[in-house]
């Protein structure tokens, strides 16, 4: 029986809210208040930092919500694996229940567990769990209570297992809250044939449901020590959910991204072969595309509707400006393509996250002032590249295009009066100018300067560990304090004045 992604949502929070005396909080915006350890939100948790920490109250002892999450950049960055899978968002919805200053694993793994297998029905035999299996370096131990837990509701022993601190350890960043978790894992096999996997993308196992025993803070030192208190915090993926819940393998392929395929299909009269999901077809170009932009519509979407704007945001100017790229290359939309699927969003989160829908006017405008940038960026970048190639014709089949920084990065080098670029210059030209390693070689072989490609890449692995590390935000956190809470206040803030018309 077909189970759309609406009722979905709702029975989880309906299970906890009126069965289990949960309080709903709604969702935070998709960037942290006050906090610079993640550039985006990334979980659930984040919002209830403080409470963990012991520097805030909590208002109430148990919550359930649903959470909008963004992992692009910081500790959780999943950008690259975006389009190439099934269930890897840049944006998605995590729905989530806590439980503070208290941590019985009994309860809450077997809420989670009487939830998926009574309430959703899902096959038990089709379900994992693994636990923190300990580690000696960090002189924790394996989590065997939890393992029990397990057992004791019924999981046979070899469908629990047991993994280390990168699987079975969670942490929200470099430092923060953290601590052995507990993962339950959907096994797809049952589900479709076991050579339709064959495909690039497709997995048999996922990831479904994190529950997460905080009892650790890790400082900015990487040093971690014990909370005052334990708590439980939980984490399923929204999607995956749905996924499983209407028989599909690919998140693409249910309810919440099949009107976005539809808009797009109908938007650009470019058809994909997403009916033939397991087919070679399916990871062709257009379909990738297909899956990268509904993607990001939905990211971009959040992102304005919340007041983060691609000006002080780096990350969202990137995302926004690669999807107009494929507005442009692959579906051969000029103009209006994201604008027009951002109301395909609204339209299917709006009443879950009503800031989408009362800022739409924000979010339209923004669109319509980024694609102009872009465009004009484009138009003059090509322009000036034709002449650059005049005098340099070695540098004409770079694509500016692709590369807009190009001219920029281009002026810089040719004023300064460089033998070399640098691995240091080079990772600058990356950073500043957008240019990737194969642009980079190429203007150098243009312009007759050396360049140390092994040097480079190692200059450039250190520079992205580095920022792993201390988990960059850009510096564009956004000052919601300064920002005021209305509408018309963030509008105001971000445009200086309050322009009637939303
Ligand atoms: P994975 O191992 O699949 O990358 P994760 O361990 O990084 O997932 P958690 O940090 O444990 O994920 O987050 C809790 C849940 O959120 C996951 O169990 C998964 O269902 C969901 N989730 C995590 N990342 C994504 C994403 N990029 N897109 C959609 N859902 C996600
Ligand atoms: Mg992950
Ligand atoms: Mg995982
Ligand atoms: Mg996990």
């Given at each position: 029986k077909y189970l759309s992604s609406k009722v979905a949502r709702q029975r989880f929070l309906d299970y906890f809210i009126n069965e289990n005396n949960y309080n709903f909080i709604r969702s935070s915006p998709v960037v942290p208040?006050?906090?610079?350890?993640?550039?985006?939100?990334?979980?659930?948790?984040?919002?209830?930092?403080?409470?963990?920490?012991?520097?805030?109250?909590?208002?109430?002892?148990?919550?359930?919500?649903?959470?909008?999450?963004?992992?692009?950049?910081?500790?959780?960055?999943?950008?690259?694996?975006?389009?190439?899978?099934?269930?890897?968002?840049?944006?998605?919805e995590m729905l989530g229940n806590w439980s503070f200053g208290q941590c019985s694993k009994k309860e809450s793994c077997s809420l989670a567990w009487k939830l998926l297998t009574d309430g959703f029905k899902i096959n038990k035999n089709a379900l994992y769990v693994t636990y923190f299996g300990g580690d000696e370096a960090m002189e924790l131990e394996p989590d065997l209570e939890c393992k029990d837990v397990w057992q004791s509701l019924g999981v046979p022993e070899d469908r629990i297992l047991p993994f280390g601190m990168k699987e079975n350890f969670w942490e929200m960043g470099a430092s923060g809250p953290c601590g052995p978790c507990t993962e339950i894992h959907f096994d797809h096999r049952g589900l479709v044939n076991r050579k339709e996997f064959v495909n690039k993308g497709l997995h048999e196992l996922i990831e479904l449901w994190n529950i997460v025993f905080i009892e650790y803070n890790r400082d900015s030192e990487g040093k971690i020590s014990s909370l005052p208190h334990k708590h439980v915090d939980t984490g399923m993926g929204f999607e995956r959910l749905v996924a499983i819940l209407q028989g599909k393998v690919s998140n693409y392929e249910t309810d919440v991204f099949k009107t976005l395929f539809t808009g797009i299909q109908k938007i650009s009269g470019k058809v994909p072969?997403?009916?033939?999901?397991?087919?070679?077809?399916?990871?062709?170009?257009?379909?990738?595309?297909?899956?990268?932009?509904?993607?990001?519509?939905?990211?971009?979407?959040?992102?304005?509707?919340?007041?983060?704007i691609p000006e002080q945001n780096?990350?969202?100017?990137?995302?926004?400006?690669?999807?107009?790229?494929?507005?442009?290359?692959?579906?051969?939309?000029?103009q209006g393509l994201l604008k027009e699927l951002s109301n395909y969003v609204i339209e299917s989160l709006g009443t879950v996250y009503p800031e989408m829908q009362n800022n739409f006017i924000q979010i339209h405008q923004i669109i319509d002032f980024e694609e102009d940038i872009y465009k004009s960026l484009r138009r003059n970048a090509a322009s000036d590249?034709?002449?650059?190639?005049?005098?340099?014709?070695?540098?004409?089949?770079?694509?500016?295009?692709?590369?807009?920084?190009?001219?920029?990065?281009?002026?810089?080098?040719?004023?300064?009066?460089?033998?070399?670029?640098?691995?240091e210059?080079?990772?600058?030209?990356?950073?500043?100018?957008?240019?990737?390693e194969p642009c980079i070689k190429k203007l150098s072989v243009g312009l007759e300067l050396e360049f140390d490609?092994?040097?480079?890449?190692?200059?450039?692995?250190?520079?992205?560990?580095?920022?792993?590390?201390?988990?960059?935000?850009?510096g564009n956190l956004i000052d919601f304090k300064q920002m005021?809470?209305?509408?018309?206040?963030?509008?105001k803030y971000m445009y200086g004045k309050v322009d009637g018309k939303y």
């Open positions: 208040f006050y906090d610079d350890t993640v550039p985006f939100v990334n979980a659930g948790m984040n919002q209830f930092k403080g409470i963990f920490l012991g520097t805030q109250e909590a208002r109430f002892e148990k919550v359930v919500n649903t959470q909008k999450c963004i992992r692009v950049g910081g500790k959780h960055n999943d950008l690259d694996d975006v389009g190439l899978d099934g269930y890897h968002h840049t944006f998605f072969a997403y009916k033939n999901l397991y087919g070679e077809k399916d990871w062709d170009q257009l379909n990738t595309s297909y899956r990268i932009l509904s993607d990001h519509a939905r990211m971009i979407t959040a992102c304005l509707a919340d007041g983060v780096a990350k969202l100017r990137k995302i926004m400006r690669r999807s107009f790229a494929i507005s442009e290359n692959m579906f051969k939309k000029e590249w034709l002449k650059i190639s005049k005098d340099y014709p070695a540098l004409a089949n770079l694509d500016v295009i692709e590369m807009p920084g190009l001219v920029h990065a281009f002026k810089e080098i040719t004023n300064s009066n460089l033998t070399e670029i640098t691995p210059f080079g990772c600058k030209l990356f950073d500043t100018y957008g240019l990737d490609e092994v040097r480079f890449r190692n200059e450039f692995d250190a520079v992205k560990r580095r920022s792993k590390l201390t988990s960059v935000t850009d005021g809470k209305s509408t018309d206040d963030r509008y």
